[in-house]
């Protein structure tokens, strides 16, 4: 069975400063996928980036990047320079499962 | 293209009523997936469901709850004689094949209340 894991229910931030979302995981696969979404108030689903565990090089998108250490199954999302918009529930993937979220706050 | 589109946003059932959650996936997309939240919680899989087939049932609760996706409409997740414990957010997702390779796009929810 596949299990995620996040070990932070709750992070805080200064608007423009960086913070680092963890998550780690376990499958007995090779070969997989990893996602972040962001549920903001709306309860909306928003992928905010994917990673292939089979590339090494680990997948950016703007201001997100990932940490994805595979030996280690390890896949944390780092937001540079926060901003007030990013505040929401993060939660990481890993195929169909799903950690239990980590709630992020912003402060002006 | 309309994204998922989950119908209705909110619904309300007494206890013992049925309730039944309706979920159109993307055009073109084929494979749609069930998940319940629960307050403060996260996203717990439900099932997985290719037209006409359920290939992933494992979270799906052995009692009440049911999930179809005919070859005609949108896939339907029935939960039959709810109870309190069943309030929660349905999501449901759907993507053009299997999730473990694509991005699954997600519906705006379904919140359930049984009074």
């Known amino acids: 069975a596949q299990t995620v894991t996040q070990s932070q229910p709750e992070m805080s931030v200064q608007e423009a400063e960086t913070v680092t979302l963890s998550c780690t995981y376990d499958?007995?696969?090779?070969?997989?996928?990893l996602f972040w979404y962001k549920q903001p108030p709306s309860r909306q689903m928003i992928l905010v980036i994917r990673q292939e565990a089979y590339k090494q090089q680990n997948a950016t998108e703007n201001r997100f990047s990932v940490n994805f250490q595979k030996a280690a199954k390890s896949f944390s999302l780092k937001i540079s320079d926060s901003q007030l918009g990013d505040a929401a529930m993060y939660f990481c993937a890993l195929s169909l499962t799903f950690g239990e979220g980590t709630q992020l706050t912003v402060n002006p | 293209n309309a994204g998922v589109m989950q119908n209705p946003r909110h619904l309300v059932r007494r206890r013992g009523q049925e309730a039944r959650l309706r979920c159109s996936p993307m055009?073109?997309?084929?494979?749609v997936y069930w998940y319940r939240q629960l307050p403060e919680e996260g996203l717990k899989f439900m099932v997985y469901?290719?037209?006409?087939?359920?290939?992933?049932e494992s979270g799906m609760p052995k009692e009440r709850f049911s999930a179809e996706f005919p070859k005609e409409g949108p896939s339907i997740l029935r939960i039959q004689q709810v109870v309190r414990g069943d309030s929660a957010a349905y999501f449901c997702?759907?993507?053009?094949?299997?999730?473990?390779?694509?991005?699954?796009?997600f519906g705006q929810g379904t919140r359930l209340t049984v009074v």
């Open positions: 499958t007995s696969e090779s070969d997989y996928y």
């Open positions: 469901l290719q037209k006409e087939n359920i290939i992933d």
């Open positions: 997702a759907s993507s053009p094949s299997s999730v473990r390779g694509t991005e699954a796009f």
């Open positions: 055009k073109g997309h084929s494979h």
